[in-house]
């Protein structure tokens, strides 16, 4: 354990690390941000977000690429925010419960034209693809598209994208990717999805 003066010592070199940092970001521009891995939490991180951007006023749009029929506690919370929130669920389930191939990738493309034209909107700030990692990680769209669209985006929209295995040309194209890891997960111990924490 240290003494309080190599604590404070310390502590005083994180805060110049940090203050210089600080002082030589200046710029400001929608971010694309990334949230992937086998672990939980990744559509939480993105909706944390949102949580946020409705505070300052924000207009968001979310669009589901999974999760279409399976209940989901966020959608009406956020139907409580009327038209500062646009929610799209366009998933017909996962992968391993629809077992067709042909029926994903349509929901997949319906999914991605609604994506685009959030994109496109000037009303909207911030866009959460979610979920959308997955059906790329499938093949179910083209990645070469996502990264064009995301490249000819306008200026200030921060645009999120969820989802394990994102790919690697989308990892290297965002300003800001979280992977989330699993240490532990109650299905291997038995325990069941439960409100409020799966959906």
């Known amino acids: 354990m240290s003494t309080p003066e190599e604590y404070r010592l310390r502590m005083q070199r994180v805060k110049e690390v940090f203050e210089r940092r600080r002082a030589q970001a200046t710029r400001a521009k929608g971010l694309v941000i990334v949230f992937t891995g086998a672990g939980k939490g990744k559509s939480t991180a993105a909706f944390g977000m949102v949580v946020r951007a409705l ?17 989901s506690g966020e959608v009406e919370v956020f139907g409580r925010f009327g038209d500062q929130v646009e929610w799209y669920r366009m998933g017909e389930g996962f992968h391993w ?17 609604k994506s685009c034209e959030l994109m496109a909107d000037p009303r909207i700030d911030m866009v959460v693809l979610d979920e959308i990692n997955v059906a790329l990680r499938l093949r179910q769209l083209p990645v070469e598209d996502v990264l064009r669209a995301l490249q000819a985006k306008r200026e200030m929209l921060h645009v999120i994208l969820t989802g394990r295995g994102a790919p690697a040309d989308l990892i290297a194209a965002a300003d800001l990717v979280t992977e989330m890891r699993m240490l532990k997960h109650p299905y291997r111990a038995g325990i069941r999805a439960q409100p409020g924490i799966e959906y």
């Open 97 to 113: 419960d629809t077992q067709d191939q042909e029926r994903d990738r349509r929901a997949a493309w319906a999914a991605w034209a």
């Open 55 to 71: 505070h300052h006023g924000m207009r968001v749009g979310v669009v589901q690429y999974i999760k279409g029929p399976i209940p």
